[in-house]
């Protein structure tokens, strides 16, 4: 395997048959043909077509399959996404490691979709945040992009953001800052303000993004007419759907939401077979 998402799959194909593999389906099944279809049983957008594809290819010749959608569809309850025929005791050892995988993904795109709808006319793009899923965040970051949100540093390695218990540490932002200017040259730095003198004092160093953390929407639309597009703006904390237009209205340039990510639901898909062959 060598797919986007093979890491995954394999260590959830793992955990899932270990060394015996499913005793259940080992001892009940031989050589059955089945027809089968993977369907919503929900209104959804679709997110996972490509990890069907690489876990159906690693039993070609034992299941034929055709993929109806693709990701980033808004489907219908019902709508079939998968249709196929193959060999019993090669497809229900793989199901539930689908269905996981897919359900988990076509929720997370499912909510971020809503999330991009509710700022539609705005310039404020919807972006996620580090609070994914422990060995998971490379798909949680694929479906937020497939939900139509942006992602801005996938991990701690790629880029600069100055923290609260960074300046706590430090003892303040231009200390965080001078720090980093003398390590790291012309590197893009950003930074989570609380308050107003934070987002003055980063502006004072030019730093490349504000981050508001937990302000209120006055102290958003006080920080924007600070800054006056001298540095990208971006809200974060106590965001939901109720209120993400009007901070969206503040003319924030992001919008960062962990929501999308750490307390989504999974969205209903389900395996079933349709008869032998």
Do not use: W
């Not at 107003?196 to 030019?206: A, D, G, Y």
């Not at 106590?238 to 209205?249: F, P, Q």
């Amino acid at each position: 395997m060598n797919g986007l998402f093979s890491e995954i799959i394999h260590n959830a194909l793992k955990e899932d048959l270990g060394k015996i593999g499913d005793i259940t389906t080992n001892n009940t099944l031989t050589n059955e043909q089945v027809d089968f279809t993977i369907s919503a049983r929900e209104d959804l957008v679709v997110c996972g077509m490509p990890i069907l594809e690489e876990i159906f290819g690693m039993n070609k010749g034992s299941i034929c399959y055709e993929i109806h959608r693709s990701d980033g569809e808004f489907i219908g309850e019902n709508s079939i996404l998968v249709s196929g025929k193959g060999l019993a005791k090669c497809l229900l050892p793989i199901e539930r490691v689908m269905l996981n995988l897919i359900q988990h993904a076509s929720g997370i795109a499912s909510i971020t979709k809503q999330f991009v709808d509710e700022i539609t006319g705005t310039k404020a793009k919807i972006r996620s945040t580090r609070k994914t899923t422990p060995g998971l965040r490379i798909l949680d970051k694929y479906s937020v992009h497939i939900g139509g949100g942006e992602n801005y540093r996938n991990s701690l390695y790629d880029g600069i953001l100055i923290k609260d218990n960074h300046i706590a540490s430090c003892g303040s932002i231009t200390l965080a800052i001078q720090r980093i200017k003398e390590n790291l040259k012309d590197e893009y730095i950003a930074v989570e303000c609380d308050n107003i003198s934070q987002v003055e004092e980063s502006l004072l160093n030019n730093v490349n993004m504000i981050l508001l953390d937990n302000m209120s929407i006055t102290e958003i639309e006080q920080a924007v007419s600070i800054v006056n597009g001298k540095s990208i703006l971006e809200a974060s904390g106590c965001i939901d759907i109720r209120n993400v237009r009007s901070i969206a209205m503040t003319g924030v340039d992001y919008i960062s939401i962990g929501c999308i990510t750490h307390s989504f639901k999974n969205k209903d898909i389900g395996l079933d077979i349709v008869h032998n062959v």
